[in-house]
């Protein structure tokens, strides 16, 4: 059961959006190649109109429930985006170090799938580039139900997009 908080929350997006929420997750990590990282990561969801929508929200560190005070504070400044499904070219699993240093760098080249050796001993984020060229990194909870849910949604996701 969803806190009344929670509801108030996701009708909010629904209203702005002018869509309603179907798939949704939490993104512990959230990267792109503009250079903006989240630690503290995003909401992220599928509207029923084909787009894949997110925002994050500031969040401090914790540990044990006490929050911790970062020794350089940076300002937070609100980011959102909603991406249409069928603007995204492909869909890759690749290593979050390569991708926090591909973010931080601001560089446009998509990175390639991390092999199955990687995938077992490095942390992993799903890559989505568009055709554009921008690329998006989220940690996913579950890649494979973002993947199912995405193909629900009209997503043509065998292998890549």
Known sequence: MESQEAVEFIKGIEASLGARIGWRTFAPWYA??????????????????????FEDFERLPQILGYTLKPRNPVKYEKYSNA????????????????????CSAASR???????????????????????????YYFELISHREFMAALSKAGGDVNGSI
Do not use: W
Not at 36 to 52: A, H, K, M, N, S
């Open 109 to 135: 080249i998509p990175l390639t799938e991390a092999g199955s050796l990687a995938k077992a001993l490095s942390p992993i984020v799903t890559q989505i580039e568009l055709n554009s060229k921008e690329c």
């Open 83 to 102: 991406i249409e499904i069928s603007s995204i070219k492909s869909i890759r699993r690749v290593k979050k170090k390569q991708a926090a240093d591909t």
């Open 32 to 53: 792109d190649n503009s250079g903006r990282i989240r630690e503290y990561g995003v909401f992220l969801c599928l509207t029923d109109d084909g787009r894949l929508y």
